[in-house]
């Protein structure tokens, strides 16, 4: 059956989100940021871009072609639930829907013309609703019959495109269209291709496939299927993903840390994160990991396997942080990361003792209000410095070195 496929990329998305919270920020340059000291352009606004200011850049840069552009220090738990939202949207017009990033997602229509009229009602729709949700919020949408050419019309008109490409005008688009513009050739492969005189789709396309695969192995044939428009990979919904072999986070801090209170409270911040990952996704696991990395880049990892299966951020971080109670640190700390493997899947354990069942019921409160109030809306004492959120639920149980607090929905 011929397929549609929709490809939605929201149009820089970090700096937009930024913009509409912030009405001080709308019509300027702004560019999103990690931490303060280690820290590169994970999004500019489209004001800042007219400055040729580009993701990837370190700040310095950014700030020596727009001296006044202002620096944003990213929430990613704003954007993951900008994000879920978004999906939600989506999620009215088809249930088919695959998140590929948290500000791009595939979305296969097929089934749901016949209920809309037609594809452009439905990308019109969608647009709308985005606006109506989110104010400045925009989105460029590509439409063809497979994902790899929805991807690539999307890219094709921004910001707030929708391009639509039928069956009939893919090989007059592709034939002098540069071989970088297809989704998953980058700067190297295009560099190879080039060595071999093939710059346009066209070329790739009438090229040898013995030749494609005596210099790239197993990719060659699906290179020229991709220079030709052709690929089959199916829309894949989050509920029919792959099981996950495990579930990690990591992150490069503001500055060197040697201070074990404050490493553990990044590991119970981590600790919340794959915890949230695992329940969303049904998962438990045995086998905790610690990941550290000095200033040198020196990183090692060090695991514990527990007796039994744990999806609970406290437990994790209990297993974790008493890994690291068993490491001499040589150097402060640059990375921290954890992570959680030897999984299993849609296990149901009942607790025994009454103390477990409240911790599973806090549990269960957090998660159920964090789904519909955005991460970290409430979350442990210990972050609430780096969160600032206005309720934190902290249960009558805790690790030593964890603060308690009743669930609080003062101001403030």
Known sequence: MKKTIMHIDMNAFFASVEQQVNPALRGKPIAVIGSNERTVVTTSSYEARAYGVKTGMTKYEAMRLCPHIILVAGDTSRYTDTCRRLVGIYRQYTPIVEVYSVDEAFLDVT???PLFGNV???AKNIK?????TFGRLTCSIGIAPNKLLAKLGSDMKKPDGLVIIQQGDI?????HLPVQELWGIGPRLEMHLATMGIKTCGELGRASVLSLKNRFGVIGERLKLMAQGIDDSPVIPLEQEADAKSVGHSMTLDRDVSDIETLEQYILQLSEMVGRRLRRGGYAGRTVALTLRYPDFNTFTR???????????IDIYIAAKEILNTIRLQQPIRLIGVGVCNLTKN?????????DRVKQAA???MDTINDRYG??????GTLIERYQHKGVISPAWRPAGVKCVNLSTQKG
């Open 303 to 313: 695991r514990s396997t527990m007796g039994m299966y744990m999806n609970t951020s």
């Open 363 to 365: 549990t269960h409160t």
């Open 347 to 355: 296990t149901v354990q009942i607790p025994l003792f009454s103390t």
């Open 171 to 175: 090989g007059k688009l592709l034939e």
């Open 375 to 380: 991460d970290f809306c409430i979350t442990w």
């Open 128 to 132: 709308e609703d985005i606006h109506k």
């Open 120 to 122: 452009g009602v439905i």
């Open 111 to 113: 089934g749901s013309i």
